[in-house]
T-cell receptor
Framework: DTGVSQDPRHKITKRGQNVTFRCDPISEHNRLYWYRQTLGQGPEFLTYFQNEAQLEKSRLLSDRFSAERPKGSFSTLEIQRTEQGDSAMYLC????????????FGEGSWLTVV | QKEVEQDPGPLSVPEGAIVSLNCTYSNSAFQYFMWYRQYSRKGPELLMYTYSSGNKEDGRFTAQVDKSSKYISLFIRDSQPSDSATYLC??????????????FGKGTLLTVNP
């Protein structure tokens, strides 16, 4: 499978714990994105990397959220001190800047904070 | 008023019907328009990608964009039970030379009955 890969697919955590999600983009894609989707809503933009540089962060991304993309390959999204409102599906996507920038999404990582 | 409005449905049609899905938007700067299909608990899958106004056809799917009315549509001909999913419209203004920041509608839940 050469699509966008996310891990873990499901995570249940207690309020106050830290969680980390990993994303492996399509291999030749230089752009990587994180979106968040709650039930009954469309995905909302969180942040964007071009290679290893984080170029934009949404106001939705509070100080408890941090994303990295070391060496411009895989990316991690960490949520510290989780709250019940963080329960959502976290979607990673990638694209290649030279191909019309068509954005492809992964299967998502479901987070439930109890 | 949200930037992108999409009737969440649900929409139920018999197999073989023509399905019409629509979104309206308020941001006149949007110039890239996409339709994604999302099966339950899966990531969004890109169906159609259109730049500016006009029509685009791909198999049983036709996407239309009317920028003067700020209205986009997706038509599905000869609908199949396998088309049952949530359909999300998404759009971008292409700022910074990239259409990375997608604004999504809430999605329309479609059921095609055999």
């Amino acid at each position: 499978d050469t699509g966008v890969s996310q891990d873990p697919r499901h995570k249940i955590t207690k309020r106050g714990q830290n969680v980390t999600f990993r994303c492996d983009p399509i291999s030749e894609h230089n752009r990587l994105y994180w979106y968040r989707q709650t039930l009954g809503q469309g995905p909302e933009f969180l942040t964007y990397f071009q290679n290893e540089a984080q170029l934009e962060k949404s106001r939705l991304l509070s100080d408890r959220f941090s994303a990295e993309r070391p060496k411009g390959s895989f990316s991690t999204l960490e949520i510290q001190r989780t709250e019940q409102g963080d329960s959502a599906m976290y979607l990673c996507a990638s694209s290649f800047s030279g191909s019309g920038n068509t954005i492809y999404f992964g299967e998502g990582s479901w987070l439930t904070v109890v | 008023q949200k930037e992108v409005e999409q009737d969440p449905g649900p929409l139920s049609v018999p197999e073989g019907a023509i399905v019409s899905l629509n979104c309206t938007y308020s941001n006149s700067a949007f110039q890239y328009f996409m339709w994604y299909r999302q099966y339950s608990r899966k990531g969004p899958e890109l169906l159609m990608y259109t730049y500016s106004s006009g029509n685009k056809e791909d198999g049983r799917f036709t996407a239309q964009v009317d920028k003067s009315s700020k209205y986009i549509s997706l038509f599905i001909r000869d609908s199949q039970p396998s088309d049952s999913a949530t359909y999300l419209c998404a759009m971008s203004d292409g700022s910074g030379g990239s259409n990375y920041k997608l604004t999504f509608g809430k999605g329309t839940l479609l059921t095609v009955n055999p």
